[in-house]
């Protein structure tokens, strides 16, 4: 009569082995982490990355709006500064010419705007809640054209999904998916609590949506380029998801 | 996820927003010390957390499922007279009382952290899902006070879960460490419960040796 398991009768005590094993399987996942996590996981993350951006496209509504807490004080001086070139960006028409906005891409009508042709154009204004990617928020009171209505002047074709907002900070730029660009709080944006904006936070004009994190919306804009697929972004592509919605 | 999640929380380690001040958090703008993160960087922890949220939420579900179906819920519901049999149990823990109040499966300080940890599982997710959408699903982050309210409080789901955890795993060495095989063949040895042994954290940890049997 045996007693006791065969591998334990070949001299496989049951404890050594299961100390052995969770042992190696310890040290394996060690070697395989960095401060980022085990590397085979990459493709898990893409997979659930992709999977949320599915679901947030699903959630995304038209009629979802943001509004800043009764009572919310704008932040004002204390509202930060992000660009990534080396000083702040400023448009030297000098150098450059005088400042313009393009609307090109898949449109009937491209456009070409100076400030007072955006200024011309209906003016929207909210006071609006800023979502950093970081976790904070700010709030500013936010004025310009609906991107809603550039779209419709510059008559974009059928079949532009993505539109890509592109700047003169350093080549930054984001593309985004079309329903949250024609989003009516989607706006080019050239003021900032009453004033036109200054350097510090995109002048001449910026894009601002708050259903998009802080780093999707591009500061220092000069053109708006419809588009069949996506680009990525100076962010997106460098880890950042790449839907970034609010 | 709570490794993630701090990562996530020290791109801002604060509540305040941009311009204001926070009244309810003492340690605003003091990062968590880097050892207790994961991620590596911003957008890595953001990754993580995104993803392992899913596991948390089906986990979540199949044990709901598990304890539902199972009818075991009523081992974790407080019973009347919950708060006087737990402050009997903190007496019996501290040595002001001699003998181990009697419990059924859990005692009435188990029966509260189990009962809490879905509960606050629940916060945990339903303050994530108001951060992570607060535009979109803005009458949620609305209900829970607006997005830097929701965020504090998913700060505190975070917390009160790792508190519930530490004791509990702290609690199942120092007090029943027979429950551990438990735990995976379901078979639990009466006589070595911590009621039996009279047990206090660290104290009595070894099995009483039956009484000797005397002929008839």
Same mark, same amino acid.
């Given at each position: 009569?045996?007693? /006791?398991?065969?591998?334990? %009768?070949?001299?496989?005590?049951?404890?050594?082995?299961?100390?052995?094993?969770?042992?190696?399987?310890?040290?394996?996942?060690?070697?395989?982490?960095?401060?980022t996590?085990?590397?085979?996981?990459?493709?898990l993350?893409?997979?659930?990355?992709?999977?949320?951006?599915?679901?947030?496209?699903?959630?995304?509504?038209?009629?979802?709006?943001?509004?800043?807490?009764?009572?919310?004080?704008?932040a004002?001086?204390?509202?930060?500064? &992000?660009?990534?070139?080396? %000083?702040?960006?400023?448009?030297?028409d000098?150098i450059?010419?005088a400042?313009?906005?393009?609307?090109?891409g898949?449109?009937d %009508?491209?456009?070409?705007?100076?400030l007072?042709?955006?200024?011309?154009?209906?003016?929207?204004?909210?006071?609006?809640?800023h979502?950093?990617?970081?976790?904070?928020?700010?709030?500013?009171?936010r004025?310009?054209?609906?991107?809603?209505?550039?779209?419709?002047?510059?008559k974009?074709?059928?079949?532009?999904?993505?539109?890509?907002? %592109?700047?003169f900070?350093?080549?930054?730029?984001?593309?985004?998916?079309?329903?949250?660009?024609?989003?009516?709080?989607t706006?080019?944006? &050239?003021?900032?609590? /009453?004033? &036109?904006?200054?350097?510090?936070?995109?002048a001449?004009?910026?894009?601002?949506?708050?259903?998009?994190? /802080? &780093?999707?919306?591009?500061?220092?804009?000069?053109?708006?380029?419809?588009?069949p697929?996506?680009?990525?972004?100076?962010?997106?592509?460098?880890?950042?998801?790449?839907?970034?919605?609010? | 996820?709570?490794?993630?999640?701090?990562?996530?929380?020290?791109?801002?380690?604060a509540?305040?927003?941009?311009?204001?001040?926070?009244?309810?958090?003492?340690?605003?703008h003091?990062?968590?010390?880097?050892?207790?993160?994961?991620?590596?960087?911003?957008?890595?922890?953001?990754n993580?957390?995104f993803?392992?949220?899913?596991?948390?939420?089906?986990?979540?579900?199949?044990?709901?499922?598990?304890?539902?179906?199972?009818?075991?819920?009523?081992?974790?519901?407080?019973?009347?007279? =919950?708060v006087?049999?737990?402050?009997e149990?903190v007496?019996?823990?501290?040595?002001r009382?001699?003998?181990?109040?009697?419990?059924?499966k859990?005692?009435?300080?188990?029966?509260?952290?189990?009962f809490a940890?879905?509960?606050?599982?629940?916060?945990?997710v339903v303050?994530?899902i108001?951060?992570?959408?607060?535009?979109e699903?803005?009458?949620?982050?609305?209900?829970?006070?607006g997005? =830097?309210?929701?965020?504090?409080?998913?700060?505190?789901?975070?917390?009160?879960? =790792?508190?519930?955890? =530490?004791?509990?795993?702290f609690?199942?060495?120092?007090v029943?460490?027979?429950?551990?095989?438990?735990?995976?063949t379901?078979?639990?040895?009466?006589?070595?419960?911590?009621?039996?042994?009279n047990?206090?954290?660290?104290?009595?940890?070894r099995?009483?040796?039956?009484?000797?049997?005397?002929?008839?």
């Amino acid at each position: 009569m045996s007693r /006791g398991h065969r591998a334990e %009768q070949i001299g496989i005590d049951r404890r050594k082995f299961l100390l052995a094993t969770a042992g190696a399987a310890g040290a394996a996942f060690l070697a395989a982490c960095d401060s980022t996590g085990p590397k085979s996981a990459k493709k898990l993350l893409q997979f659930a990355m992709d999977k949320n951006e599915s679901l947030e496209r699903t959630l995304f509504r038209h009629t979802s709006i943001d509004a800043a807490p009764d009572g919310a004080r704008v932040a004002g001086g204390s509202f930060p500064s &992000y660009f990534v070139s080396k %000083q702040v960006p400023v448009w030297d028409d000098a150098i450059r010419g005088a400042w313009r906005l393009e609307v090109t891409g898949m449109v009937d %009508q491209p456009l070409s705007l100076s400030l007072s042709d955006l200024a011309a154009l209906p003016r929207i204004g909210y006071k609006l809640n800023h979502y950093c990617v970081e976790g904070w928020t700010a709030v500013a009171t936010r004025t310009g054209v609906r991107l809603a209505d550039l779209a419709r002047l510059a008559k974009v074709q059928r079949g532009a999904e993505y539109v890509d907002f %592109q700047s003169f900070d350093d080549g930054y730029h984001e593309s985004w998916d079309i329903a949250s660009a024609v989003h009516p709080q989607t706006l080019v944006v &050239y003021a900032q609590d /009453g004033h &036109y904006l200054n350097p510090a936070w995109g002048a001449p004009a910026r894009i601002y949506s708050p259903t998009k994190l /802080g &780093y999707k919306n591009t500061k220092y804009l000069t053109k708006i380029v419809f588009m069949p697929k996506r680009n990525g972004g100076y962010w997106s592509d460098f880890g950042y998801e790449w839907y970034g919605g609010v | 996820m709570v490794g993630s999640g701090l990562r996530i929380f020290n791109a801002y380690p604060a509540f305040a927003r941009k311009g204001e001040t926070f009244c309810c958090y003492p340690f605003e703008h003091h990062p968590i010390p880097a050892q207790l993160t994961f991620g590596g960087w911003l957008g890595g922890a953001r990754n993580w957390h995104f993803a392992m949220m899913w596991l948390l939420v089906v986990n979540g579900f199949v044990y709901l499922a598990f304890i539902y179906l199972h009818g075991e819920w009523r081992d974790l519901v407080p019973r009347r007279g =919950v708060v006087r049999d737990s402050w009997e149990m903190v007496k019996f823990y501290v040595g002001r009382r001699k003998d181990h109040p009697i419990q059924g499966k859990h005692n009435a300080l188990q029966r509260g952290a189990y009962f809490a940890m879905p509960i606050v599982g629940i916060m945990a997710v339903v303050t994530g899902i108001a951060i992570w959408k607060p535009v979109e699903l803005s009458w949620l982050t609305s209900a829970l006070g607006g997005y =830097v309210w929701a965020r504090y409080w998913h700060f505190w789901a975070m917390l009160l879960l =790792v508190i519930l955890t =530490v004791g509990h795993v702290f609690m199942v060495f120092a007090v029943d460490p027979y429950s551990i095989p438990s735990m995976i063949t379901g078979s639990y040895d009466e006589d070595a419960s911590p009621e039996a042994r009279n047990a206090r954290p660290l104290l009595h940890l070894r099995k009483r040796r039956p009484a000797p049997r005397t002929a008839p």
